[in-house]
C-alpha cells in the first residue's frame, strides 16, 4: 500500500525543527529512520499531514559519557550504538540487547530516539532502559526535561512525551561495582520482535556469595516494559544459587500478567518469562563475579 498524501520538511537545525513542531504539533509526526513510521503510513495506522525529518540534525547524533551516565543521543542508528567499543564497556547490556533489534539494515536505519518515541512493548530498548533505571531527554520550545523511564513509558505506543517535544537524548547510568548484566530473548525467527525477552541486573556482596541488589525487565508481557517488582525484593540478601535464580522465576510467574495474542498464549509468555529470568540473573551474577576478576 501507498501512503496517505503528506508535506515533508527537513529542517537545517533542532531550534527549527521545534518551532515547526511548536506550530503543527497536531499534524505533524517526526521521521528519524522510518522503520517504524513509513509500515505504519504504508498500511494506514498513521496520517500525518506533514513529516519532520530529523536526519539532517547532525547534533542529534553521537555517544558519550556524562558524569559516569552513558548518554546516546536521539538520532544514532542502532548499528553505531552496536558498534561503540564505549556502549560495550559502560552499558553491556545496552550493547548486548541492541543485537536483537530486527535485521541488520533495519539497525542500519533505526535510531534510538525513534524506539524510544514509538514504544513497542517488545522492543529492547524501552526494556534495557528499564533495566538500568535510565532517563529520556524531551526537548520542545517550551524547554527541556528529563523523565525516568518508569514514567515515560505508559502503554502500548504510548509516551509521556508531548506532541510538540521530541526526545532528544536518552541516558543510562553506571552501575555500582560487582554488577553484572544479561538480556535474553526468545522470538520465532532472528530478527523478530521478541515473544519475551528480560534484562536482568545484578549486583553482588563483597564476597561474591550474597545478592544486595536485583532488577528483572521484561518486554512483550504487557504493553509496557515491565520490571518484576516482587521477584526483585525477594531477591535482596539471598544467596548466589540455582535455588535463588529458580524461586526468583516462580515469583516472576507469580506477578507478571502477560496478554495471548496470535504469538503466543499468555501461560506460554508466563512459562517463558519465568524461564529467562532464571537464566538471565545466573548469568549476570557469572557476569559480575567474571567483571572483579578481570
Ligand atoms: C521488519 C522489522 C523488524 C523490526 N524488529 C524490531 C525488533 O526486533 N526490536 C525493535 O526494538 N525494533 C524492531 N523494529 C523497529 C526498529 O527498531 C525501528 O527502528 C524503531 O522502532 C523506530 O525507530 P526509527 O528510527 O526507525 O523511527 P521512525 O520509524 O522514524 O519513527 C517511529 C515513531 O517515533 C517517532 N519519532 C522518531 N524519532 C523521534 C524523536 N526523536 N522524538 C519524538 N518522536 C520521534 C515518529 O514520529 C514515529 O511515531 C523492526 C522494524 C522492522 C521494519
Known amino acids: 500500500m501507498k501512503p496517505p498524501r503528506f508535506r515533508y520538511y527537513a529542517p537545517h537545525s533542532l531550534e527549527e525543527a521545534l518551532a515547526v513542531l511548536a506550530e503543527m504539533a497536531d499534524e505533524a509526526k517526526p521521521l528519524a529512520g522510518g522503520q517504524s513510521l513509513i509500515p505504519m503510513l504504508n498500511m494506514r495506522l498513521a496520517r500525518p499531514s506533514l513529516l519532520i525529518d530529523l536526519n539532517g540534525l547532525h547534533e542529534l547524533s553521537g555517544i558519550e559519557l556524562d558524569n559516569g551516565a ?44 525513534g524506539s524510544v518515541a514509538h514504544a513497542d512493548p517488545a522492543a529492547e530498548l524501552p526494556g534495557v532502559l528499564m533495566a538500568l533505571d535510565g532517563t529520556v531527554q524531551l526537548t520542545s520550545r517550551r524547554g527541556q526535561r528529563l523523565v525516568p523511564a518508569e514514567d515515560f513509558f505508559i502503554d502500548l505506543l504510548t509516551t509521556a512525551a508531548e506532541p510538540d517535544e521530541l526526545v532528544t537524548e536518552v541516558r543510562f547510568p553506571s552501575l555500582p561495582s560487582r554488577t553484572g548484566t544479561a538480556w535474553l530473548e ?70 507478571i500478567d502477560p496478554a495471548g495474542d496470535i504469538h503466543a498464549s499468555a501461560e506460554y509468555r508466563r512459562y517463558v518469562a519465568g524461564v529467562l529470568a532464571e537464566r538471565a540473573l545466573a548469568l549476570a551474577a557469572e557476569r559480575a563475579r567474571e567483571g572483579a576478576r578481570q
Open 70 to 113: 552513558l548518554v546516546v543521543r536521539a538520532m544514532t542508528r542502532h548499528r553505531a550504538v552496536e558498534r561503540s567499543p564505549l556502549v560495550a564497556e559502560h552499558t553491556p547490556l545496552l550493547a548486548e540487547a541492541i543485537r536483537w533489534v530486527g535485521h541488520l539494515p533495519i539497525r542500519t536505519r533505526g535510531t534510538v530516539g
Open 186 to 255: 526468545v522470538a520465532r525467527r532472528h530478527g523478530d520482535y521478541a515473544l519475551v525477552g528480560v534484562g536482568a541486573v545484578v549486583s553482588l556482596a563483597e564476597d561474591f556469595t550474597t545478592v544486595t541488589e536485583a532488577r528483572l525487565s521484561f518486554i512483550g508481557v504487557g504493553g509496557r516494559p515491565v520490571r518484576a517488582r516482587l521477584a526483585e525484593a525477594a531477591l535482596r540478601g539471598q544467596p548466589v544459587a540455582a535455588e535463588t535464580w529458580r524461586a526468583a522465576a516462580a515469583t516472576v510467574r507469580g506477578e
